[in-house]
Structure formats: structure tokens, C-alpha cells
């Protein structure tokens, strides 16, 4: 699909191009794959290290865990696990290829990695593992009835905003928020507790982390020697796995979005409107911004959006947070976008493909 709106062309021309779904181009982002760990990596230690810095990062360092409970102190209590994954990434082999030849140049040898790769022979490209460690409470088989909705838009939504910012000529933005559910406070009336389990990772004595100073590493430090097997410890944050969490950072996010004046108007789909000025009709939202879970893709004007990142930077922690430009190709709740200020392309191909039709 493609949507254009010409050069100069007026408010409300858009017009569809071509009714068929475009080829996608070879330089379109790919997404990872999440490949489960297996007993012999674990047992050899190849997750190690992303353990260690799931546990002191973001539970010790983000305050999931709070104080010592007892049974009777909590409405639930739950046990502890640990997700263990390869999170694999293709991409060109010449590419990687261009990489490894640099940081060979640079050091005269070739830099080791903590992540693996292997050839993916179906596309004739390599890929990227890294170990990925996630800590997870097994709230699940708690049977309570705990509010856990959390809207996402639809696509025709998405397609939506995206006229209607490509009608105003409006600059597109985005990011994904790191550790989202940990940063959000637990408000529910009803508390629960993790029972701590015997396989905590140990903090090092010397501090590991280039980005914590040698200060706050021993507050991390001394809190993580706290923290004993076999203790219930109350669920300050939303632990992954609590049916809860993702309901528990939409509220934050809702939060922090109304702070700027954005009110939701659709499940994940958020518009700004200027101020009402009596007897002046209403006027067109001046921004919009779109949340897939954690996923963040906004739209404002030029003049604005520089502003919105830096408040937007101010208040979480992002995986990553960019203004996109003409050469951007992003993915996106399943589409695959181009994004431009006068023509934007939008590709459901990857996702279409990925459904196995023969089972239907």
C-alpha cells in the first residue's frame, strides 16, 4: 500500500497509488527470533552473565523486589524462573563481514563476543545470537482476577494516524522502552510476593558495569546480599509474569503522556490538541503517538519534535529513541513501514508470510 500525498499537495489529496501490497525492499529492518535455550548451554554456562545482569541491572537496580514479607502480609505469593532465550538477528553477510574486518583493523585481532552465530542456509545470511535472560514470576497459576487488560491499536488505526500525519506533513519518531514493566509501580490494593529462590546470581566484588558508577554499584551490591533464598519479598514493580505488569505500565505510560497534554482517543492511540479558544471551531491534533505495549511510534511537527524526544528521554529509559527520516524503514506491530513527510509505503508481506495457511 502506498499512500502519497504529491508535492504541495493539499490538505486531504491523499490518494492511494496502487491497490496491490508492495514488494518489500531488501532494506526494510528484519526482526529477531527468539530461540529457547537448551539444558547443555545453561549447564556450560553461556547465560551466565545475562543472568547476572537481568538479576542486578534490573531487578536489584530497577527495585522490583521490596521488603521482607510475611505469608500473611500478601494477598498471593509466587514462585521465581528464569526465561532463557537466543534472541537472533540476520543480516547481510558482507555486512557483519564489514564489521568483524573493522574491529580486526582496530585491535589487530579479532574482538571476541559474548554473542554466537550460525549460517541461517534458508537465506543465505548469517545470524546474530546474543543470550537474552528474562526473571519472571509464575503468576499465571495464581487464580485471583487482577485487572490485566492492556489495549493495542489496530491496524486500521495505525493506517489511520498515519494519513492523517502524512496529511499535516508531520515527522515520525519512535522507540522502544527498556524494561518497561519493571519501571512501573505496583498500585493494585491487593499485593503480591515472590518466594526468593536459591539460584540468585552472586554481584561481583569489583563493579562489572562501565555505566554504574563504583557508588551506586555498592548500593546494588549491598541490596542484592540482602536478598536470601527462601525469604517472600513483596512486588514493588511489575515482575514479568504477573498477569498484571503490562496493565501496570500502560497506566504509567498513560500518566506520562497526559503530563504533555495527550489524551487517549483509541486502545494504544493517543492525539494532542491545541487549547480550546471560545467561538473557534476545534482545531486538528498537533501531534499523535501510537503504543504497542512498549512500543512507542509518534508523529508532531518539525518544530516540536526535537522537544518531545528530550521530555520523552527525561522520563524513561529507551532501548532506543529517534526522530526517523526519509530513509528509515521501520517495522511496526507487524507492518512494515517507510516513512517520509510526503510519502509513506506500508507492507503487510512478512507478517502474511509468516501465517501457515496449510493448517487452515
Known amino acids: 500500500m502506498l499512500l502519497d ?76 524462573g528464569w526465561r532463557l532465550t537466543w534472541k537472533e538477528k540476520t543480516g547481510p553477510n558482507k555486512e557483519e563481514k564489514k564489521d568483524t574486518d573493522r574491529e580486526a583493523d582496530e585491535t589487530g585481532k579479532r574482538k571476541p563476543k559474548q554473542a554466537d552465530s550460525k549460517l541461517n542456509h534458508s537465506e543465505g545470511k548469517k545470524a546474530e545470537r546474543t543470550p537474552k535472560a528474562r526473571c519472571f514470576a509464575k503468576g499465571f ?3 485471583q482476577k487482577v485487572n490485566t487488560y492492556v489495549g493495542t491499536p489496530s491496524i486500521w488505526a495505525i493506517l489511520l494516524c498515519l494519513v492523517f500525519a502524512l496529511s499535516f506533513g508531520f515527522v515520525w519518531y519512535g522507540g522502544d522502552v527498556k524494561g518497561a ?33 563504583d557508588a551506586d554499584y555498592e548500593e546494588i551490591k549491598a541490596a542484592a546480599g540482602a536478598i536470601r533464598p527462601g525469604q517472600i519479598r513483596m512486588v514493588e514493580k511489575g515482575l514479568y509474569g504477573m498477569p498484571c505488569s503490562g496493565n501496570l505500565f500502560d497506566g504509567k505510560m498513560q500518566r506520562v503522556q497526559k503530563s504533555r497534554g495527550f489524551k487517549r482517543v483509541e486502545s494504544g492511540v493517543t492525539v494532542q490538541r491545541p487549547n480550546r479558544v471560545e467561538r473557534i471551531p476545534p482545531q486538528p491534533a498537533k501531534a499523535l503517538q501510537v503504543m504497542w505495549v512498549d512500543n512507542l511510534l509518534g508523529a508532531a511537527s518539525r518544530q516540536t519534535v526535537s522537544d518531545e524526544i528530550r521530555f520523552l528521554k527525561g522520563v524513561l529509559d529507551w532501548g532506543h529513541l529517534k526522530v526517523y527520516d526519509e530513509r528509515d524503514r521501520i517495522k511496526y ?13 506500508v507492507s503487510q508481506e512478512s507478517y502474511c508470510e509468516s501465517i501457515n495457511t496449510d493448517a487452515l
Not at 532494506?27 to 545453561?42: D, L, M, W, Y
Not at 514493566?181 to 503480591?192: G, P, V, Y
Not at 506491530?333 to 509505503?345: K, P, V, W
Open 141 to 143: 497459576t495464581d487464580k
Open 181 to 213: 514493566f519493571l519501571s512501573a509501580e505496583d498500585r493494585n490494593r491487593q499485593r503480591a510476593g515472590v518466594i526468593i529462590p536459591t539460584w540468585i546470581p552472586k554481584a561481583p566484588d569489583l563493579n562489572p558495569y562501565h555505566d554504574i558508577s
Open 333 to 345: 506491530a507487524g507492518l512494515h513501514i517507510s516513512l517520509a513527510t510526503d510519502q509513506t509505503e
Open 5 to 80: 500525498m504529491g508535492v504541495g499537495a493539499p490538505v486531504g489529496e491523499v490518494f492511494l497509488v496502487n491497490a496491490s501490497p508492495i514488494e518489500v525492499p531488501d532494506n526494510f529492518k528484519r526482526g529477531s527470533t527468539q530461540i529457547p535455550a537448551t539444558q547443555e548451554e545453561v549447564v556450560r554456562g553461556d547465560f551466565n552473565i545475562a543472568m547476572r545482569n537481568e538479576w542486578l541491572r534490573n531487578i536489584i537496580g530497577q527495585g522490583v523486589l521490596g521488603r521482607e514479607v510475611n505469608r500473611d502480609e500478601v494477598d498471593a505469593f509466587m514462585q521465581m
